[in-house]
């Protein structure tokens, strides 16, 4: 935080240093606030692949998903 106050001082106007600076001070307060949901690594479907537009529909996830028989074998790219 003190690279923030630093910056500051040669550039009073920045609103990125000034919200950082806001932001490294809610932490404390942000880390004591129950945790409203918890983020659990599901292995098979979790890849190096690309996933997008995760929704739930009917209570299942629904979601887009590059998969091996793509245009290019990215395992072999590797």
């Keep these: 935080m003190n690279q923030y106050y ?3 001082e040669d550039n009073e106007t920045s609103k990125t240093a000034q919200n950082a600076i806001k932001s490294c001070q809610e932490i404390k307060y942000w880390e004591s606030k129950p945790k409203e949901y918890e983020i659990v690594n599901i292995e098979s479907i979790n890849t190096k692949r690309s996933k997008f537009s995760p929704v739930l529909i009917n ?3 629904v979601f887009v998903a590059e ?5 290019v074998d990215f395992e072999k790219s590797l």
């Design 6 to 8: 630093a910056y500051l």
């Design 59 to 61: 209570g299942k996830l």
């Design 67 to 71: 998969r091996v028989s793509d245009i």
